[in-house]
């Protein structure tokens, strides 16, 4: 199958050649989307690929708690049929919304059903089966251990034609030629500066400093720990930039995450990560690991800044240039959408080639921007009514803060509004199902109380 050029744009033909720049997990599910248009997709990442769930020097933030939304296990079903039962079968748990406990501003909310279902494990786990399943596709090859070095242009440098692999011997860069590139390097891509070396106009960056610090330890707990629950969550209230989560995993122990922002710190040893759970608003991840063994030493991870890059609002990118992932934008991981946000965006690709057009360059950063966009507001708005972090607060913030706090203590005994929010974070359902009149008048009803 051969995808055709959009109407009116400037985007390649999709005639054969797809370079994946990348193999987290925005480059795996892209390139799994790319099959849907391009008869060869090449996956290039600088790492050594694991064949099974090692940790790797390429996804350092891999040691700590990630959480798949409901809309990224959708999305990567969708990409990938049977996933979610392969996962399951490899040990990991999926199970519904109401198997987590959630404490968000300081309220403990019921527990809801939402009919939408969660996956609990590792990142290295979830990223291995879907590398399995990419190297499975008679189109996808992978060049690991390759690093790129820069991308391949045209001579007027108006189209992007292939990317720069370094080589091994120190010698010219070998040319991997291609028809579309899809930069999914992650947070620190390269491709903003190398468009600067093209002379073309980089993207603006906006930025929220958070300085978020993680403290990331495995346990193992006694079985029935949490009357059989999966995932706890506390988030941080208004005046306590203090969270943590803990999840079942695969192998049967637990990931227990803590963290702190905006210039607090985080537990950097056994004692004071067992002070610094017993401090949450709520006790249960304290208690929980007061009753297992911690298996290794707090691993830190630090993270300045939720971060976006308007390539949708660029008019000169070269042809041939799309960016997906981490790459376009990374938000404080504490909300867990990363990975949900980049199956997202390669589900949205699948459609379009599937539908028979290769998006140019300007039709896929307005795709984008409208997944991200949610996923944005949802993590910019809650880290904006934390006090302690700085940035501009307009009204139209304070006024929703104030009233997600409201629902937030609303639904400690309402667990339809815990549902519609669930639903909300999760990236199903957009902000705007949260000022429908029926949950405005529950919210308005429900008391609004202090704590939890
Ligand atoms: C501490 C922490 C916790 C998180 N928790 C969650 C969570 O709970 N849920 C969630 O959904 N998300 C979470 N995230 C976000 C998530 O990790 C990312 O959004 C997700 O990994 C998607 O990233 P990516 O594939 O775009 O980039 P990455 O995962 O960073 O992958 C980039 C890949 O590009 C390769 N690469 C880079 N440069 C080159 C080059 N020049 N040549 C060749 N290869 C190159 C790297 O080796 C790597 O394999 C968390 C992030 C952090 C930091």
Redesign the pocket.
């Known amino acids: 199958m051969r995808a055709t050029t959009e109407p009116g744009s400037d985007a390649p033909a999709g005639t054969g050649h797809a370079v994946v ?8 599910a892209v390139a799994k989307a790319l099959t849907a248009g391009f008869e060869r997709v090449t996956i ?4 050594r690929l694991p064949v099974g769930t090692d940790h ?7 040691r ?6 409901p809309s ?1 296990v959708e999305a990567l079903e969708t990409l990938f049929p049977g996933l979610l039962e392969e996962l399951c079968a490899g040990g990991a748990t999926a199970g519904d919304t109401d198997r987590i406990r959630m404490c968000l501003n300081g309220h403990r909310l019921a527990p809801a059903h939402t009919g939408h279902r969660v996956v609990f494990a590792s ?1 290295p786990f979830v990223e291995a089966h879907v590398r399995r399943r990419v190297c499975e596709e008679r189109r996808i090859s992978v060049r690991d251990n ?4 820069g991308l391949a242009v045209s001579d007027d440098r108006g189209r992007v034609e292939g990317v720069e692999l370094a080589a091994s011997n120190g010698g010219d860069p070998e040319v991997l030629p291609a028809e579309v590139v899809v930069d ?7 491709v903003p500066s190398w468009l600067a070396e093209l002379r073309h106009r980089p993207p603006e960056v906006e930025e929220l400093d958070v300085q ?1 610090r ?1 403290a990331t330890r495995r346990y193992e707990l006694p079985d029935g720990v949490l009357d059989g629950d999966h995932h706890v969550l506390v988030g941080p209230t208004p005046a306590g930039p203090r969270g943590g ?1 803990m999840t079942y995993v695969e192998d049967g122990t637990w990931l227990v ?1 803590l963290f702190a922002m905006a210039g607090d710190r985080a537990p950097a040893d056994g004692a004071s990560f067992e002070r610094f759970a017993e401090e949450l608003p709520i006790p249960d991840i304290h208690e929980a690991i007061g009753a297992g063994r911690a298996i290794d030493d707090p691993a830190p ?1 630090r ?1 300045p800044a939720n971060r976006r890059l308007r390539y949708e609002r660029l008019d000169d990118l070269p042809g041939g240039l799309l960016v ?4 376009v934008c ?2 404080n ?10 199956a997202m965006e390669a589900q949205l690709l699948q459609a379009r080639l599937r539908a028979g057009t290769c998006p140019s360059a300007r039709a896929w950063f307005r795709d984008v921007a409208t997944v991200i966009d949610t996923a944005w507001q949802l993590a910019i708005g809650s880290d904006l009514a934390v006090e302690a972090v700085e940035g501009r607060r307009p009204l139209s913030t304070r006024i929703l803060n104030r009233y997600l706090a409201r629902l937030q203590a609303a639904a400690t005994d309402d667990p339809r509004l815990t549902s519609r929010l669930t639903r909300v974070v999760g990236l199903v359902d957009p902000p705007s199902r949260l000022l429908w009149p029926t949950t405005v008048a529950s919210v308005v009803r429900g008391a609004p109380r202090s704590g939890t």
């Open positions: 720049m990348g193999a987290g997990m925005a480059g795996l290039v990442d600088r790492d790797r020097p390429g996804v350092p933030q891999d700590h708690l990630h959480l798949l939304l990224g990142r390759v690093r790129i070095v999914c390097t992650g947070r620190r891509s390269p978020v993680y989560a995450t991870y993270f997906a992932g981490d790459a990374s938000f991981p504490i909300y867990g959408q990363g990975m949900s946000v980049a």
